[in-house]
């Protein structure tokens, strides 16, 4: 018995989601008294790999292969599914990412393996397997019993502290059985750079209607790069195109767990608080005294944000100096 | 070409929700039904592309898993412009028993595309789609944020961290999709409501499947701390409060 972890690679490279599901697999493993087998699809050199036992992993099985360098949901599930197997893992792991989320169900079919999203902690029992999480976008947890012998779960990013956890590198290599053909054809990829994406963003700063328009947005980027922060704003901002799609955090949009989150303008609706309320701490800049987002924040100031915004960022900038 | 659009009948974003039975059931009462939001997005892509004489889609049906109390919300999606509509009568399990359900009833039929919103805005699986796709060994595309034609091709932009990538694949396959798929979900007009009280509705027996999971009970979040307020003209106040009481800088 094991639990197995997939830890997604990018060009090559691990990034703290990564080492967030190895602890958290790590702490799911001791429960059950099993080991930790971290799997990676993809080129990965050797001590980037050994990364992964920091946190908890006593192996680390790579597949590398020509046809995983780009993501065909069936080959991915297939090579998972043959490491599964082969390594008679009980648990599954997988982050709550696009790609997670696009394997994890296909993984628990090929499986007969009950599958749990989302969560953001460890079962609260592991014989019955039961496991909370949140529902009704975030409005009501509960708790699922996954009731089979192998388990799925994913991880919510940004949710699970990471604890380090030294174990002896060991590596082996998986040579999965004849893949396919991969379905999917890559036929470009456009990648933004240098900018901190809002999954993997520690502090967040975002807009509202309440910023009037699209060329105010200056001192929110401004702040943005002072707190090595992503950027985010509400649904009427993305729907007026003042901001991409992207951006667009609430239920609809990016479900976002930071432990800062900076609301300027931003009146709260039930849609919007969905897809923030797990942040760890929210401040919310609005000239409503009854917005709803002051039920949601932590800390308030009643005021224009455009007004708020350049004195905030001189306030930062003299606590970075 | 025939589309297949899964749709889930779901509680409205403004419902209070609240649980009954010693918190183990969700309570419907007095609950508003409306179509999940991503699977409304999915279905108005359909239909744009329907719309559009230059592509090969002829047909969109729209598909669902649960009791009769649904109809409202598959005439809602027909009035939108679905031209028929499944219902597969029975209560909707968990995710593996109803992607288990829409596969038996598609299996047996020819749409060469399948579009899933990526999650409902009840359970938050995200699971259904992919599921679905398995269950009938199809290729699948998750995040699927924009689809076209380029003649029979067809052609999907999927999010990947950090951007999007352009890729294309045989048909039959599933996509599932989110928000960017279309720009704002259909309202149905007059004419629309008036029309589909005379499309079909096809009742389809459950078929035996068995579930994987179940959720025990349900709790709602502790209340939380009121906000601490800040004067405007301190907002040196507020970076101190972050970096020393909530320690989050």
Known sequence: MAVLVYTENWDGAFKKQSFELVSYANAIAEMLNVPVIALSIGEVKEEELLKLSNYGADKVLKVENDQVNTLDNQIFTQVIGEAVANENASVVILAHSNTGKALAPRLSVRLKAGLATGVNQVPVTVEPFVIRKKVFSGKAFTHVNVKTPVKVLTLAQNSFELVENKKEFNTESLSPAALP????????????????????????????????????????????????????????????????????????????????????????????????????????????????IFEAADYGIIGDAQKVLPELVSAFKKMKS | ???????????????????????????????????????????????????????????????????????????????????????????????????????????????????????????????????????????????????????????????????????????????????????????????????????PLKVVEVAEAETLTNMTEFEMPKPKPPCKMIEAENVAELVDLLQNEAKVL
């Open chain 2, 1 to 199: 070409m025939k589309i297949l659009v899964c749709v889930g009948n779901v509680p409205d974003t403004t419902t209070k929700v609240r649980f009954a039975e010693k918190n183990t059931k969700f309570d419907t009462n007095g609950v508003q039904w409306v179509i999940n939001p991503w699977d409304e997005l999915a279905l108005t892509r359909a239909l744009e592309l329907k719309e559009d004489s230059s592509n090969p889609v002829v047909h969109v049906t729209v598909a669902t898993v649960g009791r009769a109390g649904a109809e409202p919300t598959m005439r809602k999606a027909l009035a939108i412009g679905a031209d028929d509509a499944i219902r597969i009568d029975t209560d909707p399990e968990d995710s593996s028993f109803v992607a288990y359900q829409l596969a038996e009833v598609i299996k047996n039929e020819d749409y060469q595309l399948v579009l899933c919103g990526i999650e409902s805005s009840d359970y938050n699986g995200a699971a259904v789609g992919g599921m679905l796709s398995e269950y009938l060994d199809l290729p699948s595309v998750s995040a699927v944020t924009g689809m076209t034609f380029e003649g029979a091709d067809i052609i999907l932009s999927r999010e990947i961290d950090g951007g999007i990538e352009e890729v294309s694949l045989p048909a039959p396959f599933v996509a599932v999709v989110q928000k960017g798929i279309a720009k704002e979900p259909r309202i149905p007009a007059m004419r629309g409501i008036m029309m589909a009280r005379k499309k």
């Open chain 1, 181 to 292: 053909k991969a379905a999917t054809e890559v036929r470009s990829t456009n990648k933004q750079t240098g900018k901190i994406l809002l999954a993997d963003a520690e502090i967040v700063v975002s807009g509202g209607r309440g910023m009037r328009g699209k060329e105010n947005w200056d001192p929110i980027e401004e702040l943005a790069e002072i707190l090595k922060a992503g950027t985010a704003c509400s649904r009427p901002v993305s729907d007026e195109g003042w901001r991409p799609h992207s951006e667009h955090t609430g239920q609809t949009g990016k479900i976002i767990a930071p432990n800062l989150y900076f609301a300027f303008g931003i009146s709260g609706a039930i849609q919007h608080l969905a897809g923030v309320s797990s942040s760890k701490c929210i401040v919310a800049v609005n000239t409503d005294p009854d917005a709803p």
